[in-house]
C-alpha cells in the first residue's frame, strides 16, 4: 500500500512538470450555433437557468471551469468559477435573439464575454474580451437538469 501511495505522489507532482513542457497547441472550438426558427417566431427566450461547462482557448491553454446561471429580479445573473481561481460575479446577462452578452466581474475591470447560443439555448460560443484588450474563444456547455425555473 505504501508503494502505491509513493507512486501516485509521485505522478501529482510530475504531471504539472510534464503538462508545463508540452507546447501550446490551438483547442478546436468548432462553434456553429444557430437558434430555432419556431422558438424565435414565437418569441421564446432560451432558458438559460443552471449550470454550465465552459472552456476557454487561452494561446493553446486550456482553461474550463462551471458557469451557473440564476433567474434574479426579471433577469439573468450567476457567478463563473474557473478551475485556476476564485469564483466571480457576472454583473449582467444580455440575451437578443442568438446573440447573448455577459459582463463579468474583475479587480482589474470587466471582461466581456459575447457569443451566439445554439438552436436549443444549451450552448453559447464566443468570444471573451479581457479589460486590456486581449481575447480568447470560449464554448459553453449547459448540463442537463429537470428543474424548470417559474417565470
Known amino acids: 500500500m505504501n508503494d502505491l501511495m509513493r507512486l501516485a505522489l509521485a505522478a501529482a507532482f510530475a504531471a504539472p512538470a510534464v503538462a508545463a513542457a508540452q507546447p501550446a497547441t490551438p483547442i478546436a472550438m ?43 429580479d426579471g433577469g439573468y445573473g450567476g457567478s463563473l468559477t474557473p478551475v485556476r481561481t476564485a469564483p466571480v460575479v457576472l454583473r ?18 470587466d471582461v466581456l464575454f459575447d457569443g451566439r447560443l445554439s438552436a436549443k ?4 460560443c464566443g468570444t471573451v474580451t479581457y479589460h486590456n484588450g486581449q ?14 425555473p417559474q417565470p
Open 135 to 148: 481575447s480568447f474563444p470560449m464554448a459553453a456547455q449547459k448540463r442537463p437538469s429537470a428543474y424548470q
Open 92 to 109: 449582467g446577462i444580455t440575451v437578443t435573439g442568438d446573440a447573448i452578452r455577459m459582463v463579468v466581474a474583475s479587480r482589474e475591470g
Open 30 to 72: 468548432r462553434c456553429a450555433p444557430e437558434r430555432n426558427a419556431e422558438a424565435a417566431a414565437r418569441g421564446e427566450a432560451p432558458n438559460l437557468h443552471g449550470n454550465w461547462d465552459f472552456l476557454m482557448d487561452v494561446g493553446g491553454t486550456p482553461s474550463f471551469g462551471l458557469l451557473s446561471i440564476g433567474l434574479i
Open 121 to 124: 439555448g444549451d450552448r453559447m
